[in-house]
């Protein structure tokens, strides 16, 4: 199996740490309110929200992916910095053998 890595850059017109908080923090609640047409829920199932928490996204109706599972690794909310791991989910199941995300919002002055 090989390794792909993928590397996004873009900008936004939120300040980092607003970004920061409203998508590493407040997941659960923000994303089916800002597209439900895509999640409808987002819940943490074991954990407190910290490193090691397990998140279980579900997606709309209609959907290839129905589901996926995260666990969070890492949150460094001075730096603005969240790793997690996509660890389930009903597709990709025999593709994928390891998805690790790092996000970094950080200011391009």
């Known amino acids: 199996m090989g390794v792909i890595t993928l590397e996004n850059e873009f900008a936004v017109a939120v300040a980092p740490a607003k970004l920061f908080k409203a998508y590493c923090l407040e997941t659960d609640t923000l994303l089916p309110k800002i597209l439900p047409e895509h999640i409808r829920s987002s ?4 954990g407190n ?11 709309a109706e209609g959907k290839e992916l129905s589901y996926a599972k995260q666990k969070i690794e890492a949150i460094d909310e001075e730096n603005l910095t969240y790793s997690f791991s996509l660890i389930e989910a009903n597709v990709w199941k025999d593709a994928v053998e390891a998805n690790k995300n790092n996000l970094n919002n950080s200011s391009l002055n």
């Not at 819940?43 to 074991?46: A, Y």
């Not at 929200?49 to 997606?59: A, E, L, M």
Request: cysteine-free; glycine content about 20%; overall charge neutral.
């Open 43 to 46: 819940d943490i199932i074991e």
């Open 49 to 59: 929200g910290g490193p090691g928490t397990i998140r279980k996204i579900t997606f």
